[in-house]
């Protein structure tokens, strides 16, 4: 299972790291991917990280200004998320996924975890 925490409200502009812990597998084993849902949309895929670790992908919204890393010791994944805008306000999950081909293509698989709260105010 995943436990997804460092959410919270920041400024337009400001920066956010979120973690992803996982349990009872390796994330060096799995591709991981981070989603998001705002409220009335549905779920998208922003950010994927292979099991090597090696070429991330991102979604067109968030290239250039987040960045996915993982720690296989810590068995977690993170996500640094930079200039912030109020578009990016959504619950924010990680996940088991297949990440080939572009976002919208990716599928999660797996449980979710209760995902973790980030709101960019204006």
């Known amino acids: 299972q995943f436990v997804e925490s460092g959410g919270g409200l920041v400024e337009t502009g400001g920066s956010l790291r979120l973690s992803c812990a996982a349990s009872g597998f390796s994330v060096a084993e799995y591709e991981i991917a981070w989603f998001r849902q705002a409220p009335g949309k549905e779920r998208e895929g922003i950010s994927c990280?292979?099991?090597?670790?090696?070429?991330?992908s991102y979604a067109d919204s968030v290239s250039g200004r987040f960045i996915i890393s993982k720690d296989n010791a810590r068995n977690t994944v993170y996500l640094q998320m930079n200039n912030l805008k109020s578009e990016d306000t959504a619950v924010y999950y990680c996940t088991r996924a297949g990440c080939a081909g572009r976002p919208g293509a990716w599928y999660p698989w797996g449980s979710w975890g209760q995902g973790t709260q980030v709101t960019v105010s204006a």
């Open positions: 990280i292979t099991r090597s670790g090696g070429n991330p």
